[in-house]
């Protein structure tokens, strides 16, 4: 894998980085996707395993966990508040992940 940068994508960039993430959108400047699950619990297991991908890429989403459904929010503070090679990166494991 190349190095990943904080740098901001761009508008182009960011819809090129969207093909291949099925359900995946970008709302608010973030990326986000809902995730449905088969209960309260499976959704908490996928959001700990979230967690676990995210710290290990140090980078980490916003999860709200409810009954059967996980959001995922994903943005770069670090950039200011916008889309990096962080965040497609993250949504590749976390797709692989739900696979």
Known sequence: MAE?????LT???IAA?????QGW????GAL????ALPSYTAGLVFACAIGHLAEGLNHHPDLL???GKVR???VTHDAGGGLTEYDFELARRIEKLAG
């Open 32 to 35: 986000t996707k809902l995730f």
């Open 72 to 74: 995922v929010v994903l």
């Open 65 to 67: 966990v409810g009954y």
């Open 4 to 8: 990943l940068s904080y740098t901001k």
């Open 11 to 13: 508008d182009n960039q």
């Open 17 to 21: 980085s969207l093909t291949g993430l």
């Open 25 to 28: 959108s970008v709302q608010n």
